[in-house]
């Protein structure tokens, strides 16, 4: 395969995962079902509880709201002090916390990390500059990462986090902490550790760990004075009915998440295995994902496609990420599409 052909049909690929609409119409010939392993999205989601069938015809009620932030304060440990904000998915609430400052700000994105936290800054007119190591921030009033990193995994320490608070604060600014892949183990959080969050702001998402992208729910805690604002940016019914029964059901079950953790942990020992005995160079990943490098990436990005199975490219490494295969069915296919790829 031509290499400017199959970066074309990477290109469309390159800003985020899923996208199997428009796979379809560029592989039409793919063998079904696809296999999505561009998401990240873990492929065994909690069970949705049943929901009354007068709650798709009334609003939201303000109690189940409460109930389901009530749920979140003890399933993240959020500190006493901070408020919890519920959201319609962390990306409404990424998109919406820049335009929540009156004055345009210095901000800083640890990178290389997924591209919708320096977009939004930049669409709302603030001065965003892209850096490659926590060690050369506190120049900006505002420093966003993503903690584990997607795509890399990388895992940021609590000391690490702390020393760019005190240059953070003197401006008056606020980190902005995506802690959408902290699921998987409670000592990757901050929130556990810290007894205020006056300029900090941690994003968490049930779209992951829980499978649950398609319901759109996440939150944001902090004890920063943008949460008002935050909170009032939402509406008054922010979320729907269906997300206020599954978000308070999947963050209660303690035992559901401690199994699930077990699972994740026992199928990327497992994806490992398969990608390594490919030839693929393990560079890092959660345990919800895993990022490989290789040689012409997107020619076998394309050639997996041709196969029926979506990866996640990028633009500018020479790697693809993959999430888990749900069973062993979709991971003998893998296997069968990476060796006729290489």
């Given at each position: ?167 953070i604060r003197r401006k008056g600014g606020l980190l902005v902490i995506d802690e959408a892949f902290a699921d998987e183990d409670d000592s990757l959080s901050i929130l556990p550790n810290v007894a205020r969050l006056d300029h900090t702001l941690v994003f968490r998402s049930l779209g992951k760990f ?133």
């Amino acid at each position: 395969m031509a290499a400017s052909v199959a970066k074309n049909e990477a290109a469309g690929f390159f800003e985020h995962g899923g996208r199997l609409d428009l796979a379809r119409k560029i592989y039409p010939g793919a063998p079904l079902p696809w296999i999505d392993l561009s998401t990240c999205v873990s492929p065994w989601a909690y069970p949705v509880p049943p929901v009354d069938a007068e709650a798709w015809q009334r609003l939201p009620e303000p109690a189940a709201l409460v109930s389901l932030l009530t749920a979140a304060r003890k399933a993240y440990r959020v500190p006493d002090a901070a408020s919890v904000v519920a959201l319609p998915g962390t990306e409404i609430g990424l998109n919406t916390l820049p335009w929540l400052f009156r004055e345009p700000k210095r901000v800083e994105v640890l990178g290389p990390t997924y591209s919708s936290h320096l977009k939004a800054w930049e669409a709302a007119g603030h001065s965003v500059t892209p850096i490659n190591a926590l060690s050369e921030a506190g120049r900006a009033a505002i420093v966003a990462v993503v903690n584990p990193n997607n795509p890399t995994g990388t895992v940021l320490t609590q000391a690490e986090l702390a020393a760019i608070v005190g240059p953070i604060r003197r401006k008056g600014g606020l980190l902005v902490i995506d802690e959408a892949f902290a699921d998987e183990d409670d000592s990757l959080s901050i929130l556990p550790n810290v007894a205020r969050l006056d300029h900090t702001l941690v994003f968490r998402s049930l779209g992951k760990f829980y499978g649950a992208a398609g319901v759109r729910l996440g939150f944001a805690m902090t004890s920063h004075p943008v949460a008002e604002r935050l909170k009032g940016a939402m509406g008054a019914w922010p979320i729907s009915a269906a997300a206020l029964a599954l978000g308070e059901a999947a963050l209660s079950d303690e035992n559901w998440k401690l199994e699930h953790r077990k699972k994740l942990k026992a199928a990327a020992a497992d994806l490992d295995s398969l990608l390594t005995e490919a030839g693929l160079q393990l560079l890092g990943g959660t345990s919800l994902f895993r990022f490989a490098a290789m040689d012409a990436s997107e020619e076998v990005f394309a050639k997996l496609a041709r196969h029926g199975i979506l990866t996640r490219p990028f633009a500018h490494r020479s790697a693809l990420r993959f999430g888990l295969p749900k069973d062993a069915t979709d991971a003998a296919r893998l296997r069968e599409a990476l060796r006729a790829a290489s």
